[in-house]
């Protein structure tokens, strides 16, 4: 729906750029941070952080604000409204079983995945990931099944906005090479990831699309690329993966 300009809050707008400076490598900004990473001027930066702490989202200690866990009522109030997580849930503590390797479900968020469920077998990554977790959708086997999905537009659109970094020497940077790679996954119908995110990590993903074709979410298992390599991946999880790919395009609207 199209949206006028007397339509919206400019205010509110600003404040949720501000709030979405925070993240894993910011968890604490200065008023000076918040307006180079939300692209506002100091001034409006300030009012905005100072306000979050008056509401009780961000605490602030006379330098530094940082989010409260009052914050996760946001967060919470999507995840509880839609039925994806617990309707995937079940289904990824089985797979997660079978395979006998963490298994992971996430959605498309502009340019990153947004994990909506888990089931851990052993941490895998140096980071925790839980739902509400964000990993840039480049480098991540999920986030390439996700981009798989879109039409050629708006892949290069989510590319170019993404910060191409390598995090490991094995991550793909170069946007041909990616978009190539974004092909190759819409041909097989799956991506594996070769310690791209991180050294000793790989994974494969698979889509899950609903009763009408279209992609929903993305599924993934994750193992140790000593215990499970790369080349493996397919031969050991496809098979349970796409079962319940196949299991769950009837049950989701």
Request: glycine residues 8%; aromatic residues 4%.
């Amino acid at each position: 729906m199209a949206v006028g300009e007397r339509d919206l809050m400019g205010g509110f707008a600003k404040g949720l750029k501000v709030l979405e400076a925070f993240g894993p490598e910011h968890q604490r900004l200065s008023i000076t941070d918040a307006a180079e990473l939300s692209g506002l001027d100091r001034a409006t930066a300030r009012r905005c952080l100072l306000t979050l702490a008056e509401l009780g989202y961000a605490d602030y200690d006379g330098k530094f604000f940082s989010l409260t866990p009052k914050i996760l009522r946001i967060g919470h109030s999507w995840l509880s409204a839609t039925p994806l997580p617990v309707l995937l849930q079940p289904h990824l503590d089985q797979l997660s079983e079978r395979v006998g390797h963490s298994a992971s479900a996430s959605i498309l968020d502009n340019t990153e995945i947004v994990y909506i469920a888990r089931a851990a077998q052993k941490r895998v990554m140096s980071i925790n990931l839980m739902p509400g977790s964000r990993l840039p959708a480049y480098s991540a086997s999920m986030g390439r099944v996700l981009l798989a999905a879109l039409p050629e537009a708006e892949v290069d659109a989510i590319l170019l906005g993404s910060r191409l970094k390598a995090h490991t020497p094995h991550t793909l940077t170069d946007v041909p090479a990616l978009k190539a790679e974004i092909g190759r996954v819409r041909e097989q119908g799956y991506a594996v990831i070769d310690q791209e995110l991180e050294i000793g990590l790989c994974s494969i993903a698979v889509p899950v699309r609903n009763d009408r074709g279209r992609v929903v979410a993305a599924i993934n298992v994750g193992a140790p690329a000593a215990i499970l390599p790369a080349s493996g991946l397919p031969g050991h999880c496809l098979p349970a993966m796409l079962e319940m790919q196949a299991r769950l395009k009837p049950l989701l609207p």
